[in-house]
């Protein structure tokens, strides 16, 4: 017998979809050969932060903040469905500018949130450990979240509701009379409907004239740091780097950004890019324990927008591309394919999301 959806990928992405929907009551499987946030979610800074992310960037703009005014009522329903904390916080963020040029762009910046310019004065009464520095902008409503732990309480969660999870990669996707066949190395299943939220590994699964090309991976290395200096309460956004304060004392200094292909190793060029960068910020950076480096392969699109939405293939819906943001549009992300699985109704942001909007259709 079909099952109802098959989501292939048990990011961030897939679990979230799998637990809007199971939450909603349709039966779900998810597929992936990697443990659950085995992918990019594993190695994400967790950064919310949607009006540095997207400066005057129209969709993704929109799409951020949308998906930020959801995280609150999320995060406590997805801790309550799966038992567990989840570490979230909302401190705010401070974008650095290490000279006046950068301060005068930043002090022009027409981001929204309500952005506060803060003089050097300002910033380092309250971020003490900083260096040398012009100032900062201050979003006080920014935030960010432990994706993997997240992640884990959103499978827990999909699981609470009945979803099923099983180790396994899927090969290929085949249109079998009324409903898709996933080819997986330990058999085949066959689904009414199939999500595709493989990632950056979207273009091997696709078989979509539509969508097979667009994602590509994008590597990012992280590192965490035991951080002795004084606290560091603010994520801070320096312009070679980000540092995210950890509720444990840590911090997270990430992230490079690396056109590499499929290359999922840490390097010693990455690694010292990064040490760098967080010293430049916090001088006291060079006294830190480092504690260990992670990386993840962004799945990045053309136009830095995700697909999402129905591919030319009838069933097979898509939940990929969010490359550097797929944790903050998550819960977005989640609600409009249960919307469109579960009612049928296309929210407008679809069409400019549409997987098919790179291919020529001639
Ligand atoms: C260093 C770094 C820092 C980041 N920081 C932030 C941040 O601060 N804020 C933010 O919002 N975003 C951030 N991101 C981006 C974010 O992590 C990604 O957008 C997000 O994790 C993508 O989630 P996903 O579920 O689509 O992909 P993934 O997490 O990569 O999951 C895809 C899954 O699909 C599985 N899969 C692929 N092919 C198959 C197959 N054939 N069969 C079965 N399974 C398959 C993979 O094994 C994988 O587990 C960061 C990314 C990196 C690398």
Redo the contacts with the bound molecule.
Sequence with gaps: MAVPVLI???????CAIARELSARGVHVQI????PV????????????APYIEAHDRGLLLDLGVRSLALYDDWIAAVSGDAGVPIEYRRPGTLEIALDADHAADLRRATSGGNPQWLDRDATCALEPALGSIEGALFVTTHG?VA?PELTAALARAAEHHGATFRR????RIERVSSHLRVV?ASGAIDADRVVL??????G??AGDRWAAAPVRPV????LQLGWQGPPVTRILWGPECYIVPRADGSLLV???VEDVGFDERATAAGVRDLLDAACELLPQGWGATFMNV??????ATPDDLPLVGEGETEGLVY??G????????APLTARLVADLIVEGKRDPALEMLAPGRFASRT
């Design positions: 292939i990928g048990a990011g961030i992405i897939g597929i992936d050969d990697r946030a085995g992918g990019a979610t594993q190695a994400s800074a967790g950064i919310l960010y994706a396994s990669r899927a090969e997986t939220a493989a990632g950056s590994w979207t091997a699964l590597r990012g290395q992280l990430g992230a490079t992670r990386v993840g392969l962004r799945p939940a990929t969010h490359y550097r943001n797929g944790v903050l549009l």
